[in-house]
């Protein structure tokens, strides 16, 4: 206290001129329209500056949440592409089995490896979730792997950099179906084997989803073709992918479930007996 009154003591003739400008400068505003009018204006734009900058910090820490209804929405919105009665050329997903028949869920990746030969990604999904064994997972700009195994709250996925991925996959272009697998060398490259000599290549075709599984529709995006070659017997091609997906940076996925897979299986089972 005593200090505050040495303060007051020592600075007294430089106070008593701000409390003296600070009166007159408050008459000024009063008494003139005109001063008034700027100092308001003035006000204003100090604190919409101050708000401004609190609602940025604000909207900062907000985002989590507007990731988690933006992914939620992407689901949705997924889960109505893949059951449209009809498709269009330009669609995302052009499948057999898209009649109202596939289930998608959005999970959260713990865990990914992409430098081993056999590479996994743990979701934070699992049974109790409804999530099984031989469920795809895909991304919003293609293909990551096939659910390997499950426990309550977690699954792992058998991701396509793994040496005992096989995927069928085809050429947009084409039709033309072989089987998707990986070298165990760049986590960026997959490669397309079986690709009859007859149909006809470019660099820079897409690579999809075959559709001939209960696992994928298809259509799904897997990469574009940057070089070929043909293997020893000379029938076939064998196709160097690159991905669509960074598999090195995966963080949301969506798990499709074809309600009618154990069907099809059945089916195709009986079929071979």
């Given at each position: 206290?005593?200090?505050?009154?040495?303060?007051?003591?020592?600075?007294?003739?430089?106070?008593?001129?701000?409390?003296?400008?600070?009166?007159?400068?408050?008459?000024?505003?009063?008494?003139?329209?005109?001063?008034?009018?700027?100092?308001?204006?003035?006000?204003?734009?100090?604190?919409?500056?101050?708000?401004?900058?609190?609602?940025?910090?604000?909207?900062?820490?907000?985002?989590?949440?507007?990731?988690?209804?933006?992914?939620?929405?992407?689901?949705?919105?997924?889960?109505?592409?893949?059951?449209?009665?009809?498709?269009?050329?330009?669609?995302?997903?052009?499948?057999?089995?898209?009649?109202?028949?596939?289930?998608?869920?959005?999970?959260?990746?713990?865990?990914?490896?992409?430098?081993?030969?056999?590479n996994y990604l743990t979701i934070n999904k699992g049974e109790n979730d409804s999530?099984?064994?031989?469920?795809?997972?895909?991304?919003?700009?293609?293909?990551?792997?096939?659910?390997?195994?499950?426990?309550?709250?977690?699954?792992?996925?058998?991701?396509?950099?793994?040496?005992?991925?096989?995927?069928?996959?085809?050429?947009?272009?084409?039709?033309?179906?072989?089987?998707?697998?990986?070298?165990?060398?760049?986590?960026?490259?997959?490669?397309?084997?079986?690709?009859?000599?007859?149909?006809?290549?470019?660099?820079?075709?897409?690579?999809?989803?075959?559709?001939?599984?209960?696992?994928?529709?298809?259509?799904?995006?897997?990469?574009?073709?940057?070089?070929?070659?043909?293997?020893?017997?000379?029938?076939?091609?064998?196709?160097?992918?690159?991905?669509?997906?960074?598999?090195?940076?995966?963080?949301?996925?969506?798990?499709?479930?074809?309600?009618?897979?154990?069907?099809?299986?059945?089916?195709?089972?009986?079929?071979?007996?």
């Amino acid at each position: 206290m005593q200090q505050i009154i040495n303060f007051v003591i020592k600075n007294k003739t430089f106070l008593l001129f701000l409390l003296l400008f600070s009166i007159s400068l408050a008459l000024t505003i009063q008494s003139h329209s005109y001063h008034r009018s700027k100092f308001i204006n003035s006000a204003n734009s100090l604190t919409g500056g101050v708000y401004g900058l609190f609602n940025s910090v604000d909207d900062y820490f907000d985002l989590e949440k507007e990731n988690e209804i933006l992914s939620e929405e992407n689901r949705r919105l997924r889960e109505q592409l893949f059951n449209l009665n009809t498709s269009s050329e330009n669609s995302f997903i052009d499948s057999t089995y898209t009649n109202g028949k596939y289930k998608v869920t959005r999970a959260e990746v713990y865990k990914n490896s992409y430098s081993l030969s056999n590479n996994y990604l743990t979701i934070n999904k699992g049974e109790n979730d409804s999530i099984k064994e031989d469920f795809g997972v895909i991304t919003s700009k293609g293909i990551v792997g096939i659910i390997d195994n499950t426990s309550g709250n977690y699954a792992t996925i058998l991701s396509i950099l793994n040496g005992n991925s096989r995927i069928n996959a085809k050429l947009k272009s084409t039709d033309h179906k072989g089987s998707l697998t990986w070298d165990g060398k760049s986590p960026h490259y997959t490669q397309l084997e079986d690709i009859s000599t007859f149909a006809p290549i470019k660099i820079g075709d897409t690579i999809e989803t075959g559709g001939e599984s209960a696992i994928f529709p298809k259509g799904i995006g897997v990469g574009i073709v940057e070089s070929f070659k043909t293997d020893i017997g000379g029938d076939t091609n064998t196709l160097q992918v690159k991905l669509f997906n960074d598999m090195t940076n995966i963080g949301t996925v969506y798990i499709l479930e074809n309600i009618d897979k154990d069907e099809i299986k059945a089916l195709e089972s009986t079929s071979n007996e």
